[in-house]
T-cell receptor, first 115, second 114 residues
């Protein structure tokens, strides 16, 4: 199957700083990328959908100014958590899909801890 | 809008026993159906998917699922589980058109006991 690489796998940052998470499709062109957030022992909640070259579409309740998503190329999307606070600590997962494929492939996830 | 309900949050099973993880969905439009597995601190891996055709779908690691349109269910089964099957399992649906966003169920924690 296709490979999606997410980096970093773990990050600890101080409250008030910003953190960038990268999601790369290594062997296919990702026309659409999705960003999810997962709290401990809970399901994945979709945060936003991004299409290459377009602004991301955020789900209701997700602050677009806090969670900045960029999808500038067909192989890279980034999620920047701005002015992070302890309540932003969570597991963030990206997935990527090509327009002609019904299956989305997932990155390994990023464990963010804000102290 | 779609919703997914996984009826069991935890399922403990003895090794080599059969298992069924239940999933029901709700949608006003036609959907694709998926089962994913998640190991600790990792992303999701696709086990199997139903797009169309035969309602019995076979996936990786010996898993299979049956789509039942009348009962709006997509239960996951394995005839004989191994210790390595211990993980979190998620059922998901997506619309057939548009962005095809995945909507996930709450997850079922499958624990295999020796």
């Amino acid at each position: 199957g296709a490979v999606v690489s997410q980096h970093p796998s773990r990050v600890i940052c101080k409250s008030g700083t910003s953190v960038k998470i990268e999601c790369r499709s290594l062997d296919f062109q990702a026309t659409t990328m999705f960003w999810y957030r997962q709290f401990p022992k809970q399901s994945l909640m979709l945060m936003a959908t991004s299409n290459e070259g377009s602004k991301a579409t955020y789900e209701q309740g997700v602050e677009k100014d806090k969670f900045l998503i960029n999808h500038a190329s067909l192989t890279l999307s980034t999620l920047t958590v701005t002015s992070a606070h302890p309540e932003d600590s969570s597991f963030y997962i990206c997935s990527a899909r090509h327009s002609q494929n019904t299956e989305a492939f997932f990155g390994q996830g990023t464990r963010l801890t804000v102290v | 809008a779609q919703s997914v309900t996984q009826l069991d949050s935890q399922v403990p099973v003895f090794e080599e026993a059969p298992v069924e993880l239940r999933c029901n969905y709700s949608s006003s439009v036609s959907v694709y159906l998926f089962w994913y597995v998640q190991y600790p601190n990792q992303g999701l891996q696709l086990l199997l998917k139903y797009l169309s055709g035969s309602t019995l779908v076979k996936g990786i690691n010996g898993f299979e699922a049956e789509f039942n349109k009348s009962q709006t269910s997509f239960h996951l089964r394995k005839p004989s589980v191994h210790i390595s099957d211990t993980a979190e399992y998620f059922c998901a649906v997506s619309e057939r058109q548009g962005a095809q966003k995945l909507v996930f169920g709450q997850g079922t924690r499958l624990t295999i006991n020796p």
